[in-house]
């Protein structure tokens, strides 16, 4: 009696010591977004990434992470987060071309609209557009895409396929052309064919229990096998090394200049208001959902959500670097759920408005809070 009684003891002080300060928030918040979840946890496939950012006394930066559920061997797709990688990969793209910069003009087979680098990154980051994804992936192609991303220990990434759009995987691609003057000569990237789509190692791609197809309910749970993956580790990763690169060696860093660097961060925090986007269509949170994606209200200045999200097939994700000009606060989250409570896919009817932005929301403001009782605290 006595062994199991101390058996027990040094349990319970063992399962304390490791709690994290996502454990607390999860178990001690109540909020109702946050409770409706937790007590149905098994149904959301949650991942959680959170590190907190200090500065020593010799001015260095300090990493403390903590993660909950985080396991990249569990697939969950990552919708429009890949969008991320690529804008980061088509700036390297023409940083690595002398004659191209991100304003040069080029067209592209999918329209006869001259677009730029710049203005499609511009479009990723405000609304998410998927167009302006479809371009880039186009432009470099996935065998490339695939290839630099492993080369920067971003793997098991694997980006298959563009979105909202018919025959979204397959292997030929269009034509770009650039105009980097009126007078010079075009430099064209002539469509290209990719390698057949290569399975990755994880478990669960197959999800739910139907789906629709043409209309008709299919029997059987929907096949993710050839669909994109990008694992929140790898998100939260990619979020550290972008905004804190100094931080890691040079061959794990994207090789963009310090002006796109700049250019893309601010297009990551502004707000589709401040992007020429109708603010009736497009509110402040329309692409943030940590803090403030289950209100309407408008971000503070002081407040910049440097982000992407994504949403589809009853997933919803975000990976953010949150910073408060006015607290001087600061961290990086990453989470996804799932909300998909009738486990048919493709139906449209899932709870993004109900259960999933609520509670991203919510643990966004929740971690937030942790983040202000901790300056308090030194």
């Known amino acids: 009696m006595r062994i199991s009684l101390f058996m027990l003891i040094a349990s319970s002080l063992f399962l304390g010591s490791c709690t994290t300060p996502i454990d607390t928030v999860l178990e001690s918040s109540d909020h109702p977004a946050i409770q409706k979840v937790m007590d149905s946890l098994e149904n959301h496939e949650i991942q959680i990434l959170y590190t907190q950012i200090d500065t020593t006394d010799k001015g260095l930066i300090e990493f403390t992470d903590y993660t909950f559920q985080e396991n990249r061997?569990?697939?969950?797709?990552?919708?429009?987060?890949?969008?991320?990688?690529?804008?980061?990969?088509?700036?390297?793209y023409v940083n690595e071309h002398p004659e191209l910069h991100l304003d040069t003009p080029y067209i592209s087979t999918r329209d006869s609209i001259l677009?730029?680098?710049?203005?499609?990154?511009?479009?990723i980051f405000a609304v998410s557009d998927n167009e302006a994804y479809n371009r880039l992936y186009d432009m470099l192609g996935?065998?490339?895409?695939?290839?630099?991303?492993?080369?920067?220990?971003?793997?098991?990434?694997?980006?298959?396929?563009?979105?909202?759009?018919?025959?979204?995987?397959?292997?030929?691609?269009?034509?770009?052309?650039?105009?980097?003057?009126?007078?010079?000569?075009v430099v064209a990237l002539k469509g290209l064919t990719d390698q057949p789509i290569k399975n990755v190692s994880i478990k669960n791609q197959q999800k739910g229990k139907g789906y629709i197809k043409d209309g008709n309910l299919?029997?059987?749970?929907?096949d993710f096998t050839e669909k994109n993956y990008f694992p929140l580790k790898?998100?939260?990763?990619?979020?550290?090394?972008?905004?804190?690169?100094?931080?890691?060696?040079?061959?794990?860093?994207?090789?963009i200049s310090y002006t796109d660097k700049v250019r893309i961060q601010k297009s990551m925090?502004?707000?589709?208001?401040?992007?020429?986007?109708?603010?009736?269509t497009y509110d402040d949170s329309y692409v943030k959902f940590f803090m403030y994606g289950d209100s309407k209200d408008t971000i503070p200045d002081h407040i910049k959500i440097y982000n992407k999200v994504g949403y589809a097939y009853g997933t919803l994700t975000e990976t953010a670097y949150v910073v408060d000009e006015?607290?001087?606060?600061?961290?990086?989250?990453?989470?996804?759920?799932?909300?998909?409570?009738?486990?048919?896919?493709?139906?449209?009817?899932?709870?993004?408005?109900?259960?999933?932005?609520?509670?991203?929301?919510?643990?966004?403001?929740?971690?937030y809070d942790l983040e202000k009782s901790r300056k308090q605290e030194k």
Not at 79 to 87: F, Q, R, Y
Not at 115 to 123: E, K, P
Not at 234 to 241: A, D
């Open 73 to 92: 061997k569990q697939y969950f797709y990552p919708a429009s987060t890949v969008k991320l990688p690529i804008a980061l990969l088509a700036a390297e």
């Open 115 to 123: 677009h730029s680098v710049a203005d499609d990154i511009r479009q």
């Open 142 to 185: 996935r065998d490339y895409i695939n290839k630099r991303l492993k080369e920067l220990d971003l793997s098991p990434t694997r980006i298959a396929h563009r979105l909202s759009t018919g025959n979204a995987a397959i292997p030929e691609r269009g034509t770009i052309k650039f105009f980097p003057s009126y007078e010079g000569e």
């Open 218 to 222: 299919i029997q059987t749970p929907f």
């Open 234 to 255: 790898s998100q939260h990763t990619l979020m550290k090394r972008f905004f804190f690169e100094d931080q890691f060696d040079p061959d794990e860093r994207f090789d």
């Open 269 to 280: 925090y502004t707000l589709p208001r401040n992007a020429k986007y109708d603010a009736e």
């Open 326 to 367: 006015k607290e001087e606060i600061q961290f990086l989250l990453s989470a996804t759920i799932l909300v998909n409570e009738n486990g048919i896919f493709n139906d449209d009817t899932y709870e993004y408005d109900t259960i999933g932005i609520p509670f991203l929301a919510q643990l966004g403001r929740e971690i």
